[in-house]
């Protein structure tokens, strides 16, 4: 009886509305940063034009400084306090609707091959706890007439999501349940296209550094860490070095490419699949270190990918577990490997292009044996079409 209302589809019988007037704000912080299309796909399914869906800026001192200040608890999490920065900036951009969702689970490549694809706690929580700040004192949303609308989401089960979303949107927009259900297959499709067209990009990228016999840097990191104010753009002092940088995110999953660099290892029962991350990591229910994980295992087979760099923000608790795994996953291997931890809110500029010159001249002096060493350990039976020349020119 429980599982029969749980997933019992509720009756509705409202017609559609026009929403092209209703601006819709999103913060862009923490896992918006992995969810975004769909979000973007989502609500123009619902009628709401995309010039009228609002994102906050990249994460700044500016802007915590200016619509944060004052609205946070006590947290280490940087990302999580950035959002106060987001939220402030965010009302002042006359919007009806402050959509900030509690993401319970991701959307995950390896699903089915984990046990589950969980957020941090602290991240799916942050919302809630940001929101506190804002109405302390006074509700500063009812003051200004928005209405702010934060869902809890699983999208590591998507077949609950058009429930989650109805319950929560459904007096806020006046929508149906139909609505919901077919808006929320429009979102899923939008972020699966993106998704392949991101992965599609990275391959490219690879097969040009196999082609042309050039080393890449993989940078392993939570999906927020793009963003210029969490990560503070070290991925773009590296391709000022010249080197093309791709994201543990989007590496790409495709058949001949997983057959080649993990088909012997299935083949001799270590794996159960390329996406098997077990022989390493047990633990494999948060998303974002499932896939840093398995992005390592990936580093420390493909070539090309000569060095590895891992960020993480200050004090972690999801990331410390994961220092040392990763770090001996890609070692082993004779890959590279470097750490930036403890990311805040300050930008050391200084220290940080220091670092980024050290790892610059130890990345030129040893990519070419690293590459002929894990080119020697891969079957040329099993390489792909697209990396043969490569693999003829390199040896």
């Known amino acids: 009886m429980t599982l029969l209302t749980l997933f019992k589809r509720p009756r509705t019988s409202q017609r559609s509305k026009d929403r092209s007037h209703i601006k819709v704000g999103i913060p862009k912080f923490l896992n918006i940063w992995s969810t975004h299309r769909f979000w973007i796909g989502f ?60 993401i319970y689970s991701l959307p995950s490549f390896l699903r089915g091959h984990v046990l589950d694809t969980l957020s941090c706690t ?12 804002f109405i302390k004192e006074e509700n500063v949303f009812e003051k200004l007439g928005i209405k702010y609308v934060s869902p809890f989401v699983s999208f590591g089960e998507p077949h609950l999501l058009p429930k989650q979303l109805y319950e929560s949107l459904r007096d806020v927009l006046n929508v149906t349940y139909e609505e919901v259900e077919r808006a929320v297959k429009e979102g899923l499709e939008e972020l699966s296209r993106f998704d392949r067209a991101m ?10 550094c196999a082609n042309n016999n050039h080393p890449c840097i993989l940078f392993l990191a939570r999906p927020y860490h793009m963003d210029p104010g969490i990560g503070h753009e070290i991925d773009v002092e590296f391709q000022n070095c010249g080197y093309p940088v791709v994201w543990g995110q989007y590496l790409p999953t495709d058949e001949d490419l997983m057959d080649w660099l993990f088909g012997p290892e299935v083949e001799a029962g270590i794996i159960k699949s390329p996406f098997d991350i077990s022989d390493v990591w047990t633990s494999s229910y948060s998303s974002n270190t499932n896939e840093i994980i398995w992005g390592a295992k990936f580093a420390a087979r493909f070539p090309w990918i000569t060095a ?33 931890g403890d990311l805040d809110e300050t930008k050391p500029s200084g220290s940080i292009k220091i670092r980024v010159e050290t790892i610059d001249y130890y990345v030129k002096r040893y990519s070419r044996e690293i590459i002929r060493r894990k080119l020697r350990r891969l079957d040329p039976r099993r390489v792909p079409e697209s990396f043969k020349v490569a693999l003829s020119n390199a040896s």
């Open 308 to 340: 590895v760099v891992r960020l993480s923000s200050y004090e972690c608790g999801m990331d410390q577990p994961t220092f040392t795994p990763v770090q001996r996953i890609v070692e082993y291997s004779g890959t590279l490997y470097f750490k930036f």
């Open 199 to 208: 992965r599609k990009k990275t391959r490219e990228i690879l097969e040009w």
């Open 43 to 102: 609500l123009k399914a619902l009628g709401i034009p995309a010039k009228n869906i609002i994102f906050s800026s990249d994460t700044s001192e500016e802007q915590f400084r200016e619509f944060g200040k004052g609205r946070i608890g006590m947290d280490s999490c940087y990302p999580v306090k950035a959002l106060a920065g987001h939220i402030g900036e965010l009302l002042t951009k006359k919007i009806d609707i402050l959509l900030v969702p509690m």
């Open 122 to 133: 602290r991240v799916m929580m942050g919302p809630e706890n940001i929101k506190a700040g």
